[in-house]
Each structure stands twice: as C-alpha cells, then as structure tokens.
C-alpha cells in the first residue's frame, strides 16, 4: 500500500470521481487525486486556516462542487470545490461551535453538537444550505449526552450518545429523529444503549440494520425497521476501537488507530471476521 504524505492528522475524507477530500488538524481541506491508487498526489489546499477557518475539521461532506465541513472550533465552513486545486471557502456559520459529525440531504445540513460544559449545549442541528453563501440555522432538538456521529435513513436522523470517562455512570441512548418536518425535529424512538455502546464513535445504515462502532464495547447491530422500538440484534465486543465504518456489498470495514478489519454482513444480525489489515 501506498501512503501519501499529508502535513497532519487526517479526521475524514470522501472520495467522489477519483478525487479524495481530506480534512487535516491544523491544515484543512486537501485535494488529491486518486485515479491511480498507487500514486495519489495532492491537487490543492485551501488555505482559510492562516485567517483562522479550518483549524479543528471534524467531518465533511462532498455534494458537487461543493464541500460542508464541520470544525469543533469553527463552526459550519462551506467550500466551491469546482477548481478542485484552489478550493474556496464561501459560506460560514460560526455557532454552535462545537459541531461533531454532519449529514446532507437536499437543501438541509444536520449537524449533531457536543458541550464539555455542565448543563451545555448537546443537540441536533438543522441548517438550511440551500444558499452555500449563507447557511442558516432553522431548527434545533436538545439531546441528553454528548454524539460524535450521526447517520440518515429515510426520514429519520440517527444519533448514539458517547460518555466521557468523567461521566461514567450515565445512562446512554441511540436516538431516532424524525426530521419529515425539517423546521420541527421530534424524538421518534430511542433504544437504551447503556450496557451496549456508551462510548460510540461512529455508525452506518445498510438496509434497516445501524451498525454501532464503539471505542470499548465492539460492534453492535440494531434493527430500526420499527423505527418507534429500535432493537439489538447482533454484536462482536471483541472488536474494540471501532472508530469509523464503511459498506461495500455485503462487506462491512472497521476502522482504528492501528487497523482496519473486514467482516461479512450477509447475515447482517451476524457479523462474522473474515480479515485484518495491519496499519501501523
């Protein structure tokens, strides 16, 4: 495997027509070409970072020519990627600051938020983006616990809780959104997650099946075809560290810090590991 340099740590990326969009701690948003994958090489950066932008980017969503970035400490930054060797930063909303994972569906970009604060501001956020230039907030659902990610299916948006070690103890929730009316967000249902994954990091949908990555407790597969009473289904707990994910046929990838694993989904209440893949 072939391992491009980039000045930092990557915490996202998407691929669309061989072009890779990674965002970096510190440095932004790179363009690289991937056509072939074993010579990538870097297209562009922007470089809104010297005036303060991106400098924390947490998550990003490739639409187009177009590229919404979440930052922890910069809010929500919109890109024209169309010169995908000079992109540019052309709409911002600042606060909430602490944004944590994204979702776009047509005009509307959901935006789950995190507070260390006591008593902070942990919700989901619906922002209308269907000026790039200027997004604006139309609606917001407060939550009980900190998400680091969320996911869509239908007209449901998806958020897990994640404690922090200082609050160990809590009770934690996956929480089913309806968002039918973007404008009015409603708690559809909620399965308790306290004993399962109180630490997720990360999730993805396939069919009516969430697979829940855990940075502790493993992987943990919930049926939300009665989106009212999700339910669990499966689990693998020995797979710790499960940070990120991804879907390719009835092939699901884990991702951690020093690996990234290959399991067959075709029994999807069943996970079974079928390889691992050394990345450090």
């Known amino acids: 495997a072939y391992r491009p340099p980039l000045p930092g740590a990557a915490f996202d990326l998407q691929i669309l027509d061989q072009t890779a969009y990674v965002i970096a701690a510190l440095l932004g948003l790179y363009t690289v070409d991937v056509s072939n994958p ?28 177009l590229a919404y ?12 990627v169309s010169n995908q060797s000079n992109p540019q930063e052309i709409g911002i909303l600042e606060k909430p600051q602490e944004m944590t994972d994204i979702v776009v569906d047509g005009p509307y970009a959901y935006i789950s938020v995190q507070d260390h604060t006591t008593g902070g501001d942990r919700s989901l ?37 994640a404690l922090e070690i200082m609050e160990s103890g809590k009770n934690t929730f996956l929480h089913l959104v309806d968002v039918t009316n ?14 399962l994954a109180p630490n997720a990091m990360s999730l ?11 940075s502790q ?39 951690s810090y020093a690996w990234v694993t290959m399991l067959d989904i075709s029994k999807p209440s069943l996970p079974v590991l079928k390889d691992v893949y050394i990345t450090s």
């Open 38 to 65: 074993n010579e990538p090489f870097e297209l562009g950066t922007d470089t809104s970072r010297i005036h303060g932008g991106l400098r924390t980017p947490r998550a990003l969503v490739v639409r187009e020519a």
């Open 182 to 195: 973007p404008s009015n967000p409603t708690q559809a249902g909620e399965l308790d997650t306290t004993n």
């Open 217 to 255: 407790n493993g992987l943990h597969v919930i049926d939300i075809s009665d989106p009212v009473h999700p339910r669990w289904v499966g689990s693998l707990p020995d797979l710790v560290m499960v940070y990120d994910l991804a879907i390719a046929g009835d092939k699901l990838f884990t991702a």
């Open 125 to 161: 956020r619906v922002v209308d983006i269907s000026n790039p230039s200027n997004p604006v907030e139309i609606s917001m659902l407060p939550l009980s616990n900190n998400t680091l990610a969320l996911a869509k299916y239908q007209d449901l948006i998806v958020l897990p809780d």
């Open 204 to 214: 993805i949908i396939h069919d009516h099946y969430i697979y829940l990555g855990d």
């Open 69 to 80: 970035i979440v930052d922890i400490n910069n809010g929500l930054r919109n890109y024209d």
